[in-house]
């Protein structure tokens, strides 16, 4: 037996229709409201039928353009139909509704996918053969047999599965869809893997995706000096050095110049008991207990009386008497 090729698997930034073995190609997986709400098989290929299907931790979830971002493929029961039925709904990535799960089935050497919801366990995504209106119900009927057509690129920044990055930039962890084979079943369920990054440096990530977007992110950057502002820093510091070797040089100008004038002294030093000065006819002298002794004509106390101290002879001019 030949190989089976694999069929199409949306990748996150492809808009995908969405149609089963029991309508054809020829009918489509629509929305039936802008607004969000239950959905409908329809020959109209809009943007009402552009489905975006992107993985994160091992499930997929489910976007529709013409509902926007803001709500995905969730599960609700219908009590009318006692059905579980799909429906778009405020998007709640922690709601087991909208946390879908793709299984690769090969009939007749064609791959298809089954669509599963952890919201209604048991039951596949199926289509009603009156009205066309997409329910849930359990295995093996050719309206669960899905496939995908690619519609182009996903341009809008708002469906983006990466904060702050557009749908067609770079997304590092991408996933794509892989096939784990079940024995002797020839059913495969689809797991999620990694695709490996573009990038391993570490100061800055750059890939890009069908759409030619390339987006680039530094973690680090580099900065220098220009040899401008080097040589301003070198001047700076020249300057500097200069004024503080001057400053140095003036303070120790001063302080010899202050020393050299301390170190002038009188033309006679005073000693223990010797002269201290000579002033007209007074000289005084220290005395062994610190009074004064003073020669000449003027009276000095001593010890507290005070005495006169006899003129001495003085030689008279010639020609006296």
């Given at each position: 037996?030949p190989?089976?090729?694999?069929?199409?698997?949306p990748a996150p930034?492809?808009?995908?229709?969405?149609?089963?073995?029991?309508?054809?190609?020829?009918?489509?997986?629509?929305?039936?409201?802008?607004?969000?709400g239950?959905?409908q098989?329809?020959?109209?290929?809009?943007?009402?039928?552009?489905?975006?299907?992107?993985?994160?931790?091992?499930?997929y979830?489910i976007?529709n353009k013409?509902?926007?971002a803001?709500?995905q493929?969730?599960?609700i029961?219908?009590?009318?139909d006692?059905?579980?039925?799909?429906s778009?709904?405020?998007?709640?990535s922690?709601?087991?509704?909208?946390?879908w799960?793709f299984?690769?089935?090969?009939?007749?050497?064609?791959?298809?996918?089954?669509?599963?919801s952890?919201?209604?366990?048991?039951?596949?995504?199926?289509?009603y053969?009156?009205?066309?209106?997409?329910?849930?119900?359990?295995?093996?009927?050719?309206?669960?047999?899905?496939?995908?057509?690619?519609?182009?690129?996903?341009?809008?920044?708002?469906?983006?599965?990466?904060?702050?990055v557009?749908?067609?930039?770079?997304?590092?962890?991408a996933?794509?869809?892989?096939?784990?084979?079940?024995?002797?079943?020839?059913?495969?369920?689809?797991q999620?893997?990694?695709?490996?990054?573009?990038?391993s440096?570490?100061?800055?990530t750059s890939?890009?995706?069908?759409?030619?977007?390339?987006?680039?992110?530094?973690?680090?950057?580099?900065?220098?000096?220009s040899?401008g502002?080097?040589a301003?820093?070198?001047?700076?510091?020249?300057?500097i050095g200069?004024?503080?070797?001057?400053g140095?040089?003036f303070?120790?100008?001063?302080?010899k110049?202050?020393?050299?004038?301390?170190?002038?002294?009188?033309?006679f030093?005073?000693?223990?008991?010797?002269?201290?000065?000579?002033a007209?006819?007074?000289?005084?002298?220290?005395?062994?207990k610190?009074?004064?002794?003073?020669?000449?004509?003027?009276?000095?106390e001593?010890?507290?009386?005070?005495?006169?101290?006899?003129?001495?002879?003085?030689?008279l001019?010639?020609?006296?008497?």
């Open positions: 037996m190989p089976v090729a694999s069929s199409y698997f930034n492809d808009w995908a229709i969405m149609y089963n073995n029991y309508t054809g190609s020829g009918m489509v997986l629509s929305a039936i409201s802008t607004t969000g239950l959905l098989m329809t020959s109209n290929v809009s943007p009402s039928a552009y489905w975006q299907v992107f993985p994160d931790n091992e499930i979830y976007r013409a509902t926007g803001s709500l493929l969730d599960v029961f219908s009590a009318e006692q059905a579980y039925m799909p778009l709904q405020s998007a709640d922690s709601t087991p509704g909208q946390q799960t299984i690769s089935d090969v009939v007749n050497d064609v791959e298809f996918w089954n669509v599963e952890a919201g209604a366990s048991g039951v596949q995504l199926d289509t053969s009156n009205t066309l209106q997409p329910f849930f119900e359990a295995a093996g009927h050719s309206g669960q047999m899905w496939s995908f057509s690619s519609v182009g690129n996903i341009n809008d920044v708002a469906f983006s599965t990466v904060a702050g557009s749908a067609t930039a770079a997304v590092t962890n996933v794509t869809p892989t096939a784990s084979s079940t024995a002797g079943s020839g059913v495969s369920i689809v999620p893997s990694k695709a490996p990054s573009t990038s440096s570490p100061a800055a890939s890009s995706t069908a759409g030619g977007a390339v987006q680039s992110v530094s973690s680090s950057s580099t900065h220098s000096l040899t502002a080097i301003g820093i070198a001047v700076g510091a020249a300057i200069v004024v503080l070797a001057l140095i040089g303070f120790v100008w001063r302080r110049s202050r020393s050299s004038e301390q170190d002038v002294t009188p033309a030093t005073a000693q223990h008991h010797g002269v201290a000065e000579m007209g006819d007074r000289r005084e002298f220290y005395g062994p610190g009074g004064k002794v003073s020669q000449g004509s003027h009276a000095v001593i010890g507290g009386a005070a005495v006169q101290r006899a003129v001495p002879p003085a030689e001019p010639a020609g006296g008497l």
